[in-house]
């Protein structure tokens, strides 16, 4: 059993991330674009981290190939699952599309079978059926969900399982403040570029600055280093399972805060899709083929 300092890491990571979803919707509702927002925060995490390693002097200690590996999941991993999470959230109900980001433990134990990292069982496979179908009860029609909105909410849970099975090695060999100043650099990079490249607008009005520095801080420097900090100590899976807090949590701000309901369905879809991902991460873990004798 890990540590409860160590899980408090994953439980930090998890609040943390919560309100990205109403940060996002108050950036976007006082004007500021989709992946201008989006490159400003990543750009305004880099900035904070980069300075807090050069005040440590704790820049260098990441290797070559591994400050490259963190900088594409930075790109392609962390930009991505942003900008697919917040196309999401015009379309979809904030507590919504977190709920079915939070598909994401089971997927990740699908890809640790893949990459042979651990065994898939019988009981790990009905599991994470189990979320697959909270999913889609989350997103039938008759729940009230707009189904683009939840394809792309699930596009960015593929994404990010994708990004913490490729970066969970990485962070057993720096420190998760190095790993992170290079992930936010490499994802504010290429989401400025796809905002230029869109047309939109990349500095944000001044009424949306708070949100857009409330995301740069909070879902992101904070939320991130702490994520880092969980896979470091205690590895993927188990962060995944304290992670599935996080809907909680979001769903409790978009109730309080945002006047968002659920219809029934989707309630007991939420409910498979976080019981699914739960008893998928905290099944015990399979020697992967190498590692049998």
Not at 210 to 215: C, F, K, M, S, T
Not at 239 to 263: D, K, M, N, S, Y
Request: hydrophobic share 60%.
């Amino acid at each position: 059993m890990p540590p409860v300092g160590a899980s408090l890491w994953a439980a930090g990571s998890a609040l943390s991330f919560s309100v990205e979803g109403l940060l996002a919707k108050t950036a976007m509702g006082a004007g500021a674009s989709l992946l201008g927002a989006i490159a400003v925060r990543y750009a305004i995490a880099a900035a904070v981290a980069w300075a807090a390693l050069a005040i440590g002097r704790q820049t260098g200690g990441v290797g070559r190939a591994d400050a490259l590996r963190l900088a594409l999941f930075g790109a392609l991993g962390y930009g991505g699952t942003t900008t697919l999470l917040f196309l999401a959230f015009v379309r979809i109900p904030t507590s919504l599309a977190i709920v079915l980001l939070y598909a994401y433990p089971a997927l990740v134990v699908l890809g640790a079978h893949a990459l042979g990292r651990e065994r898939l069982t019988p009981v790990i496979a009905a599991a994470a059926g189990l979320a697959i179908l909270g999913v889609a009860l989350v997103s039938a029609p008759s729940g009230g969900a707009e189904l683009t909105g939840s394809l792309l909410a699930f596009a960015a849970a593929a994404a990010n399982a994708a990004t913490v099975l490729g970066t969970e090695p990485v962070f057993s060999r720096c420190s998760p403040l190095a790993g992170t100043a290079r992930l936010v650099l490499g994802a504010a990079i290429a989401t400025g570029i796809a905002a230029l490249a869109a047309g939109q607008r990349l500095a944000p009005p001044p009424a949306s600055l708070p949100a857009v520095l409330g995301l740069a801080l909070v879902p992101t420097l904070a939320a991130v280093l702490m994520l880092n900090r969980s896979l470091q100590l205690i590895g993927a899976t188990r962060t995944a399972v304290i992670a599935t807090l996080e809907p909680i949590f979001a769903a409790t701000w978009g109730l309080l805060l945002l006047g968002e309901h659920l219809q029934p369905l989707q309630w007991w879809g939420a409910a498979l899709t976080v019981a699914g991902a739960s008893a998928v991460s905290v099944l015990p873990r399979r020697a992967s083929a190498e590692e049998t004798p």
